[in-house]
């Protein structure tokens, strides 16, 4: 597979496989007699790992030390799986605030009809305000 189709198969630019391939982010591709890059499953696994990566928020840098002991000789297994054991606890952690910040987002659209009829009728004031961080809804933990 070339550099323009694996680009497609993925939803990437030619110029991001390459950037990936310039910094470490993946291997580097094989070549052929020309000179063009030749994308086996391999490399089109660590692209499509890249990519989800990335969207998830891991950083640059992460994914080049991942990509790197890849490339060690030696026992590196035990190094790469803590990075992506560190890596999934922090996906964990923004999807518990992502949920967090979504229940409320949704317990405000569910009460702001109320909400407003008590700021226009008077009964809800600056001094009597519900606390936001002290109410209970949905999944609020």
């Known amino acids: 597979m070339n550099s323009k189709e694996a680009a497609e198969m993925f939803g990437l630019t030619t110029d991001t496989i390459r950037y990936y391939e310039r910094v470490g982010v993946i291997p580097p591709i094989e070549r052929d007699k020309n000179g063009y890059r030749v994308y086996t ?20 840098e992460s994914l080049i030390e991942f990509a790197t002991l890849a490339q060690l000789d030696g026992n590196v297994d035990q ?17 518990t605030e992502m949920t967090q910040t979504r229940d409320l987002l949704q317990y405000k659209i569910d009460t702001y009809d109320e909400h407003i009829a008590k700021f226009k009728s008077g009964e809800a004031t600056s001094d009597n305000l519900e606390e936001l961080w002290n109410v209970t809804y949905d999944n609020k933990k």
């Open 41 to 60: 499953t391999r490399d089109l696994n660590w692209i499509y790992l890249a990519k989800s990566l990335r969207h998830a928020g891991v950083s640059i």
């Open 79 to 95: 190094a790469q799986k803590q990075i992506l054991r560190d890596q999934l606890q922090e996906i964990n952690e923004k999807l």
